[in-house]
């Protein structure tokens, strides 16, 4: 039964077609700044990464020098990190262009 069963789902998933993405333009993207405690956002190369979890986010500031809210894809160049970080996040929507 449980070969039917793993069958069944790897069939499923072959037919089912990847979720599509919301979009959000960038004043949509502002607010999800973490105020209020709702979720904290912020877009790289045109995702949008839900990074609430992240306690170096709280309170929607980030090493008092990025606010939530935002593009910051030209202030990775000045990071101490790379863009590796956002894989430990969900990316929850794409960055649409400003309205």
């Not at 789902?9 to 599509?20: E, F």
């Not at 607010?31 to 709280?58: H, M």
Request: charged share 20%; hydrophobic share 35%.
């Amino acid at each position: 039964m449980r070969g039917a069963s793993h069958y069944t789902v790897t069939a499923l998933c072959s037919i089912i077609s990847p979720m599509t993405l919301p979009k959000l333009t960038p004043m949509q993207l502002r607010r999800y700044d973490g105020s209020g405690r709702g979720p904290i956002y912020v877009a790289y190369k045109g995702k949008v990464y839900d990074v609430t979890s992240s306690r170096r986010w709280r309170d929607g500031l980030h090493e008092n020098l990025h606010w939530a809210g935002f593009d910051l894809t030209e202030f990775l160049a000045d990071a101490p990190h790379g863009e590796e970080v956002f894989a430990r996040y969900p990316v929850v929507a794409e960055l649409a262009p400003s309205e």
